[in-house]
Each structure stands twice: as structure tokens, then as C-alpha cells.
């Protein structure tokens, strides 16, 4: 029968910075957003794309506005005049840009 072997390794821990789970990590980057807004251009920022792009690719088309619109119960407020700036729940907005990635940035 064999034997197991084991062994042991030190992997040193340089003293500013600390070893997270990722459970944890994902919990502390949700604290970071919870209670945050992003406006059109903090969403910009965060995607790296314009503000017309963001427009055409996922906050217009009706199998997402359907989503997104708080008219709808969505985390999206649509300006309904010139002069009101969009306003978007960050925590809702970012978990649905990851739930949605391929079929965003997929399609062309």
C-alpha cells in the first residue's frame, strides 16, 4: 500500500499586506458600493466606455431596460428631461455588468 507524503512550505507574508478568502474579499467589495450611486460618468470610468455606447449596448435596449428602469422596479433612473443626470444603485449596477458580460460585450 503506498504512503502518503507531506509536506509543509513556508511562504512568507510580506507585514503590509494580509491573506483574505474570496468570500471575504467579495463581501468587503460589496460593502464598498453598498449605499454608493454612480451617475453616467462614474459608470463610464468603470467600463471604460462612452457614454453613448453604454446607451446603445445596455441601457436602451428593451431585454435590458425592462431590467434596469426603476420605473420597473430596476436600479436605473431614466432622466425624463433635459437636464436630469442618470443615476444608478452601484451595487445592483455591477452585479448586473458581471451577471451580463458576454451577452454586453459579446454581441456586436
Do not use: C, H
Request: no cysteine.
Amino acid at each position: 500500500m503506498s504512503q502518503l507524503l507531506r509536506a509543509e512550505i513556508n511562504i512568507p507574508i510580506p507585514t503590509d499586506l494580509v491573506m483574505v478568502s474570496k468570500v471575504e474579499l467579495e463581501k468587503l467589495e460589496k460593502q464598498e458600493l453598498t449605499g454608493v450611486y454612480w451617475n453616467m460618468k462614474d459608470l463610464e470610468q468603470r467600463i471604460r466606455r462612452k457614454s453613448e455606447w453604454i446607451k446603445e449596448n445596455i441601457l436602451f435596449p428593451s431585454r435590458f431596460r425592462k431590467i434596469l428602469d426603476s420605473e420597473n422596479g430596476g436600479f436605473v433612473y431614466y432622466p425624463q428631461s433635459k437636464g436630469q443626470t442618470w443615476s444608478f444603485q452601484a451595487v445592483e449596477m455591477a452585479s448586473f455588468l458581471d451577471k451580463n458580460f458576454g451577452e454586453i460585450f459579446g454581441r456586436r
